[in-house]
Nanobody
């Protein structure tokens, strides 16, 4: 079955960096676009970035220029490098994949940025 396991979250001061990882199993990783989303308390889940099968990357909104998504097909892992973190980046971060009309989610990893 499809499994996505995020890691790398934690508590960091404003201006700091974190690198999130998402290990994927149960599907052909290299043949699928991978997504990072985040959800802050009492907010809707929002798209952060995605990376296509040929490595094309797309960053969204205020994360542009600060966050970088990448993938390692040999390790079936997608990454999110987050730099110059701000308190408003505090959220649970999820990776996701869309397969056969359904979206599969990991359990999420908490990122907390202190001011």
């Amino acid at each position: 079955q499809v499994q996505l396991v995020e890691s790398g979250g934690g508590l960091v001061q404003a201006g700091g960096s974190l690198r999130l990882s998402c290990a994927a199993t149960g599907f052909t990783f290299r043949s699928n676009t991978m997504y990072w989303y985040r959800q802050a308390p009492e907010s809707q889940r929002e798209l952060v970035a995605f990376i296509t099968i040929d490595g094309g990357t797309h960053n969204i909104g205020s994360m542009k220029g600060r966050f970088t998504i990448s993938r390692d097909n040999a390790k079936n892992t997608v990454y999110l490098q987050m730099n110059t973190l701000k308190p408003e980046d505090t959220a649970v971060y999820f990776c996701a994949v869309r397969l056969g009309g359904s979206t599969y989610w990991g359990q999420g990893t908490q990122v907390t940025v202190s001011s």
